[in-house]
């Protein structure tokens, strides 16, 4: 399958199947804004959840943060988002597209019309949404709507290592929507003006601060493999010196390789002790600790894992769709399309299907039903052949189905089928729960 193509049809499932639509689609749709649908909402909860249960709940070091998206605009001067948060623009003369200029054709042409030498001089364009707090717009009421997670961790750094009785090393971790006014969004929903973040800053004494840095860079990328992205699409790569932001010293990205080339899907970054020091700064407050063990008084430097709940649903939304030919029951072949998501990624863990919708077996679909409802997500599909319920439910990635036949009326069995491998159990209903989370699935 042609890479263009995976992305067609991956786009395609997401709005027949309930992952994504286009937002305002009644209205014509609204550019680079998507709505998560019944399923689609359920695998990007499942993707933060993970995210969460890895950085937060399995580790003592990190506790977790949700703050305002709107804050006091000196935020955003000390951060240096105001100054230096910018795109170079270009606009064609002929058609009056707006590119940025970084990321225009070697060839010189628009890559809207395809006239060549019609662009502007280049001109820099703050990414961040302005808006207004109060009832009178003017520059005092002036606010933004954040362009990164990271900065309402930084600000709460003394609160949290206060209440929290953490010292260094420790993290703050935060999930949670951000704003950038991009002039070039695209490719679904990898770039987007409205997007979720799942960011951890992680303070370390300064002298320890190349170690956690490797250390951080080294379990972002084992997550994406834990939960079944291949080898092969994955990749570390450094930033060199002129792609280091102001703040950095070091800055490595988890890439995907996407349809369209390799892509970003995490940032790990040593952002040293400059935020700290600028918020210090600006606000008056002392943000340095100091260290009884060693009798010492320092800036904490800041490790920084940023990840893009959107793009990492994507990500595995691509890494696992598969198309395969399979013999149906009449000897015929089809095609069938799965995606081969991790369990604990799947939106439906188990799919309950009644063989018929006469009244003997659909009270005890309802019954099994609920018991699994207890451990996770469960879908309940009565509708159709049962082969094409199975591959309906492959193409949404759904683990295990669960069949209840005429047969369980005797023997008080079911038949447990398997995506991957399409092997079907009979299994009793006693012990139904038990088996399934044997599986790893619930």
């Given at each position: 399958?042609?890479?263009?193509?995976?992305?067609?049809?991956?786009?395609?499932?997401?709005?027949?199947?309930?992952?994504?639509?286009?937002?305002?689609?009644?209205?014509?749709?609204?550019?680079?804004?998507?709505?998560?649908?019944?399923?689609?909402?359920?695998?990007?909860?499942?993707?933060?959840?993970?995210?969460?249960?890895?950085?937060?709940?399995?580790?003592?070091?990190?506790?977790?943060?949700?703050?305002?998206?709107?804050?006091?605009?000196?935020?955003?001067?000390?951060?240096?988002?105001?100054?230096?948060?910018?795109?170079?623009?270009?606009?064609?003369?002929?058609?009056?597209?707006?590119?940025?200029?970084?990321?225009?054709?070697?060839?010189?042409?628009?890559?809207?019309?395809?006239?060549?030498?019609?662009?502007?001089?280049?001109?820099?364009f703050n990414l961040m949404f302005k808006t207004h707090v109060g009832p009178?717009?003017?520059?005092?009421?002036?606010?933004?709507?954040?362009?990164?997670?990271?900065?309402?961790?930084?600000?709460?750094?003394?609160?949290?290592?206060?209440?929290?009785?953490?010292?260094?090393?420790?993290?703050?971790?935060?999930?949670?929507?951000?704003?950038?006014?991009?002039?070039?969004?695209?490719?679904?929903?990898?770039?987007?003006?409205?997007?979720?973040?799942?960011?951890?800053?992680?303070?370390?004494?300064?002298?320890?601060?190349?170690?956690?840095?490797?250390?951080?860079?080294?379990?972002?990328?084992?997550?994406?493999?834990?939960?079944?992205?291949?080898?092969?699409?994955?990749?570390?790569?450094?930033?060199?010196?002129?792609?280091?932001?102001?703040?950095?010293?070091?800055?490595?990205?988890?890439?995907?390789?996407?349809?369209?080339?390799?892509?970003?899907?995490?940032?790990?970054?040593?952002?040293?002790?400059?935020?700290?020091?600028?918020?210090?700064?600006?606000?008056?407050?002392?943000?340095?600790?100091?260290?009884?063990?060693?009798?010492?008084?320092?800036?904490?430097?800041?490790?920084?894992?940023?990840?893009?709940?959107?793009?990492?649903?994507?990500?595995?939304?691509?890494?696992?769709?598969?198309?395969?030919?399979?013999?149906?029951?009449?000897?015929?072949?089809?095609?069938?399309?799965?995606?081969?998501?991790?369990?604990?990624?799947?939106?439906?863990?188990?799919?309950?299907?009644?063989?018929?919708?006469?009244?003997?077996?659909?009270?005890?679909?309802?019954?099994?039903?609920?018991?699994?409802?207890?451990?996770?997500?469960?879908?309940?599909?009565?509708?159709?052949?049962?082969?094409?319920?199975?591959?309906?439910?492959?193409?949404?990635?759904?683990?295990?189905?669960?069949?209840?036949?005429?047969?369980?009326?005797?023997?008080?069995?079911?038949?447990?089928?398997?995506?991957?491998?399409?092997?079907?159990?009979?299994?009793?209903?006693?012990?139904?729960?038990?088996?399934?989370?044997?599986?790893?699935?619930?």
């Amino acid at each position: 399958m042609a890479k263009s193509d995976l992305m067609d049809r991956v786009v395609n499932l997401s709005k027949r199947r309930g992952l994504v639509f286009p937002s305002s689609e009644i209205y014509g749709g609204f550019r680079s804004t998507w709505d998560y649908g019944p399923l689609g909402v359920l695998l990007k909860r499942n993707v933060k959840d993970a995210w969460w249960r890895s950085m937060v709940q399995e580790r003592d070091d990190i506790v977790g943060l949700d703050a305002a998206i709107l804050m006091a605009p000196r935020v955003w001067e000390a951060s240096g988002h105001i100054a230096t948060f910018t795109d170079p623009l270009v606009d064609c003369k002929h058609c009056k597209e707006r590119f940025r200029a970084d990321q225009l054709p070697e060839s010189g042409a628009c890559p809207n019309c395809g006239n060549k030498d019609t662009f502007t001089e280049a001109r820099n364009f703050n990414l961040m949404f302005k808006t207004h707090v109060g009832p009178v717009e003017d520059s005092g009421s002036v606010a933004y709507l954040r362009p990164e997670t990271a900065q309402g961790i930084l600000v709460n750094y003394a609160n949290v290592q206060t209440t929290s009785r953490k010292k260094p090393p420790f993290g703050i971790a935060q999930i949670g929507k951000s704003f950038r006014n991009e002039i070039t969004p695209g490719n679904f929903i990898f770039r987007t003006r409205e997007f979720e973040q799942m960011e951890m800053e992680y303070f370390v004494p300064p002298d320890e601060a190349p170690k956690w840095f490797e250390y951080w860079c080294e379990q972002r990328f084992q997550w994406y493999l834990d939960l079944g992205i291949p080898d092969a699409s994955l990749r570390l790569r450094p930033h060199d010196g002129d792609e280091l932001s102001h703040y950095s010293v070091g800055t490595s990205d988890v890439e995907f390789m996407y349809p369209w080339g390799w892509g970003e899907l995490e940032g790990i970054a040593n952002r040293t002790d400059y935020d700290l020091k600028q918020h210090a700064e600006f606000s008056g407050q002392d943000l340095s600790y100091f260290d009884q063990e060693t009798d010492t008084r320092y800036v904490p430097y800041v490790i920084e894992p940023a990840a893009g709940a959107d793009r990492a649903t994507l990500a595995f939304l691509l890494a696992a769709y598969h198309e395969e030919a399979v013999s149906t029951a009449g000897g015929k072949t089809e095609t069938r399309t799965v995606l081969r998501l991790d369990p604990r990624l799947a939106p439906n863990k188990v799919a309950v299907l009644p063989l018929s919708k006469k009244a003997e077996l659909v009270p005890i679909a309802d019954r099994v039903a609920g018991d699994l409802r207890k451990y996770g997500m469960i879908d309940v599909d009565a509708a159709g052949s049962i082969g094409r319920r199975y591959r309906r439910q492959d193409e949404v990635g759904t683990p295990l189905c669960v069949t209840i036949d005429f047969d369980t009326l005797d023997d008080d069995a079911v038949t447990v089928r398997d995506r991957d491998t399409m092997e079907q159990t009979r299994v009793s209903l006693d012990r139904l729960v038990e088996a399934i989370r044997d599986r790893g699935v619930l």
